[in-house]
C-alpha cells in the first residue's frame, strides 16, 4: 500500500492548487487588462471593427467577438445628432492616447425572413433545376 501524503502526492496537489488559484486570479484581476493590452496591440494595425451600443450606464470595453472580429464597446451617450460618435472617440482617445477618427459606421443590416427566405428559396431551387442541366449536359 501507498502512503497517501508521500513527497509525490503532495508535488502534484501543490501543483494543481496553484494551478487553480492562478486560474482564478487571472479571470478575475488580471483579464480586464490583457483584454486592454490586446486592443492597443491591434489598434497598432490602424483600423479595427467595433461593435457599439449606446445607452449605456457608462463607457466601456466590454469584449472581443472572434465570430465578427469586432470589439463590443458600451457608450453612455444617446444615438442623436452624432453625440454617440463624439463619446466613442472622447473614450477612445483616452484609453489609448492617440487621436482617432471614424472611417465608417453602418447600422444593422435589415433582417431577410418571412416572404422573402421563402421565395429566394424558390428561386434558388428552381434555378438549380431548370438553368444549370442545360450548361452541363448537351440533349440531342
Same mark, same amino acid.
Given at each position: ?5 508521500? #513527497?509525490? @502526492? ?14 482564478? /486570479?487571472? =479571470?478575475? =484581476? ?13 489598434? &497598432?494595425?490602424?483600423?479595427? !471593427?467595433?461593435?457599439? !451600443? %449606446?445607452?449605456?450606464? *457608462? @463607457? *466601456? ?5 472572434? @465570430?465578427?472580429?469586432?470589439? !463590443?464597446?458600451?457608450? &453612455? ?7 454617440? @460618435? =463624439?463619446?466613442?472617440?472622447? $473614450?477612445?482617445?483616452? =484609453?489609448?492616447? #492617440? !487621436?482617432? &477618427? ?7 443590416? %435589415?433582417? *431577410? ?9 424558390? /428561386? $434558388?431551387?428552381?434555378? /438549380?433545376?431548370? *438553368?444549370?442541366? %442545360?450548361? $452541363?449536359?448537351?440533349?440531342?
Amino acid at each position: 500500500m501507498q502512503p497517501l501524503l508521500n #513527497k509525490k @502526492n503532495f508535488f502534484s496537489s501543490n501543483i494543481t492548487h496553484n494551478f487553480q488559484f492562478a486560474h482564478t /486570479l487571472l =479571470v478575475l =484581476v488580471c483579464f480586464p487588462f490583457l483584454l486592454l493590452f490586446i486592443f492597443y496591440m491591434q489598434i &497598432k494595425q490602424k483600423t479595427f !471593427k467595433a461593435i457599439i !451600443k %449606446p445607452n449605456s450606464s *457608462r @463607457n *466601456r470595453i466590454i469584449d472581443y467577438d472572434e @465570430n465578427k472580429k469586432a470589439y !463590443k464597446i458600451n457608450i &453612455k451617450a444617446k444615438p442623436e445628432d452624432n453625440k454617440a @460618435n =463624439v463619446e466613442l472617440m472622447k $473614450f477612445l482617445s483616452k =484609453v489609448l492616447g #492617440k !487621436k482617432l &477618427k471614424i472611417k465608417s459606421g453602418c447600422q444593422k443590416p %435589415p433582417i *431577410r425572413d418571412g416572404w422573402h427566405v421563402f421565395i429566394m428559396a424558390i /428561386l $434558388f431551387r428552381w434555378f /438549380l433545376t431548370k *438553368r444549370i442541366p %442545360p450548361l $452541363f449536359f448537351h440533349q440531342p
